[in-house]
């Protein structure tokens, strides 16, 4: 983690929520659904594509304050393989917009040593995002600070059913023992592999759904939403977030914790 000042201003919101959080229980990985550009556009007569374009703006924000915080991993959910279902000219600004940040972040990738990759059919994608994203992802691939996973044309089903597909064929070839398959062959085989699975999953706007994201990865995650729409998300909500985080007991399906030789109810 970076200096405090680097991250929150002495004497702001944001900072009296920081110096709250404890450095050494951050989550590794955290996981956006960012929710709720529509409804922040139209709540002001705007179209909807500026909702998104001033969701940019909260990504810029997060990815650079997660960089700060010294995480490891973020994931965004920027486009679902349901958003195809979108009118041809919000999908149009999405791809855009993805397009501009990331030919004009790219030196944020660099200051912060940032690594960019995809997840999800990029193969889907229209050649000119693919080749944005090619290169994006060659200029970054030798950056060892955090990895930033932008989920595009991914859908989590679609992740599992495509590696099963694999797995049925290699199997059929000769060329997998399915006895060597157990659950970190399945994770070393996902798009994400090499990630830590996401231990936090943060979703704005108030919805309360997973929606087809990160299904295997997301099994022991906290989940976190926040009511506030994605453009209004701000780093007091993200610190907010991590907070919350670290009062929640994680057992991975084991028993509480004993706290003087007494049994909790597994919740600080
Ligand atoms: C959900 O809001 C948001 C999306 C489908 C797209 C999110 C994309 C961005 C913020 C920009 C591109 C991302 C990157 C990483 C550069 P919604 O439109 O479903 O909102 P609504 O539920 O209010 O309609």
Not at 58 to 78: D, K
Not at 84 to 101: C, I
Not at 115 to 137: E, F, N, Y
Not at 241 to 260: D, N
């Amino acid at each position: 983690m970076q200096e405090p000042d680097a991250i929150a201003a002495p004497g702001s919101g944001e900072r009296q929520l920081l110096d709250r959080i404890d450095p050494e229980r951050l989550p590794r990985h955290v996981a956006f659904i960012m929710d709720g550009n529509g409804r922040w556009a139209e709540a002001r007569n705007m179209r909807r594509v500026e909702g998104h374009r001033a969701g940019i703006k909260t990504v810029r924000q997060t990815v650079e304050t997660c960089a700060r915080l010294g995480l490891e991993a973020v994931t965004l959910y920027a486009f679902s393989t349901e958003n195809w279902k979108r009118p041809r000219h919000e999908v149009l600004t999405l791809m855009g917009l993805l397009k501009d940040y990331i030919s004009t972040d790219l030196e944020t990738f660099r200051t912060h040593d940032l690594r960019l990759q995809p997840i999800g059919r990029v193969a889907g994608l229209d050649a000119t995002v693919r080749r944005a994203l090619r290169w994006a992802v060659e200029a970054t691939a030798d950056n060892r600070g955090m990895v930033v996973q932008v989920a595009l044309n991914y859908s989590g089903r679609q992740e599992l059913t495509d590696l099963v597909r694999e797995v049925a064929e290699a199997a059929a070839g000769g060329r997998l023992e399915p006895s060597s398959i157990d659950e970190s062959w399945i994770s070393a085989h996902l798009a994400t592999a090499g990630t830590p699975d996401p231990d936090l999953m943060i979703r704005t706007s108030g919805e309360q759904r997973i929606s087809n994201f990160l299904l295997w990865q997301l099994a022991y995650a906290e989940i976190y939403f926040c009511p506030v729409l994605w453009p209004d998300f701000s780093t007091a909500h993200l610190l907010e977030a991590l907070l919350e985080f670290q009062l929640r007991e994680r057992r991975f399906g084991g028993l509480p914790s004993l706290a003087g030789g007494e049994d909790t109810d597994g919740v600080a």
